[in-house]
């Protein structure tokens, strides 16, 4: 009787140490630029959860191994693959997502940016139709550009 072939026992090798460690590097620098904030927490934390996971496979190849198994993956590369290939396009959906929002607000911004600027339209031309109030006012605004005024002469003092 031939013993039963254990194909996702991977702990031999170093090889998922290295990938569990680039993870790890990867996911201290995505934690670096959230406390700099240059990225937003929101936005990461799908992307870390993602990087965990996949570093948990790396470590774990046994473990791995029997869920991969018992799924109905023949070999454990088949299992990877198809869990990155779900993370991805969960990540690319989240992404999708977060584009329409800003897409939809950029709209509305425009939207309320056209409204405002009419009325400031408007505005100015009631205020361009209305009468001056006269040439009392009129030496006060025409004062050369090189002349002080009353701020400069405070500064000098």
Request: glycine content about 8%.
């Amino acid at each position: 009787m031939q013993s039963p072939e254990e194909y996702w026992r991977l702990s031999d090798g170093v090889g998922n140490w290295v990938f569990a460690a680039v993870c790890l590097g990867i996911a201290l620098v995505l934690v670096r630029l959230i406390v700099r904030e240059r990225i937003m927490l929101q936005g990461s934390m799908s992307y870390l959860a993602f990087l965990s996971a996949i570093g948990g496979m790396a470590l774990f190849p046994d473990a791995t191994g029997y869920v991969a198994h018992a799924l109905g993956f023949s070999t454990l590369a088949n299992f990877f693959f198809c869990a990155a290939i779900a993370a991805l396009a969960i990540l690319h959906l989240r992404t999708l997502i977060m584009l329409s929002r800003i897409h939809l607000r950029s709209v509305s911004l425009t939207q309320e940016l056209a409204i405002v600027n009419e009325k400031l339209d408007a505005i100015a031309g009631a205020l361009a139709a209305a009468p001056g109030p006269g040439p009392a006012a009129a030496p006060a605004a025409s004062a050369p550009a090189d002349a002080p005024g009353p701020a400069a002469e405070e500064a000098s003092r």
